[in-house]
């Protein structure tokens, strides 16, 4: 059994791969906006009942759950198992949101497109040639 083997990225990986990173940024930074608001002004706490931020954590779910199939090998089943176990733990589940955000920017980036705080431009990388491939390895 091989310890590492190399994933064949084409343009429409790379496209896919940089809107959902960007879909999980906006994410984080709205489940943060509620969180902050929430907090500051007990007011809208008690109007919804912290409901915008659990509907936001659902939602966070999902978007975490896209970004890390789009990232990691289509046989790393067990790691996004694992991430979901690990995520139940509160400090934990940060550093592994800012590992896969990390490892979505270094697989941005071995594209030559640069990844900034909010992510990649889709133009910057819908703007790669369409035969475009990278050899990865996983």
Known sequence: MALFTEEV???????DLAKRQQLFLWMMLAILCVNVLSVAVPAVRVATGGLASRILSFLALY????LMAAVL????????IAYFVLSLFPFVNLFLLAYLNSLAAQRLRVSGVRAGFFGSRIADVEGLPDDFTVSIPV
């Open 9 to 15: 990225w084409t343009k429409k990986d790379f496209v």
């Open 73 to 80: 090998p289509a046989s790393a089943t067990w790691m996004i």
């Open 63 to 66: 978007v975490v759950y896209k």
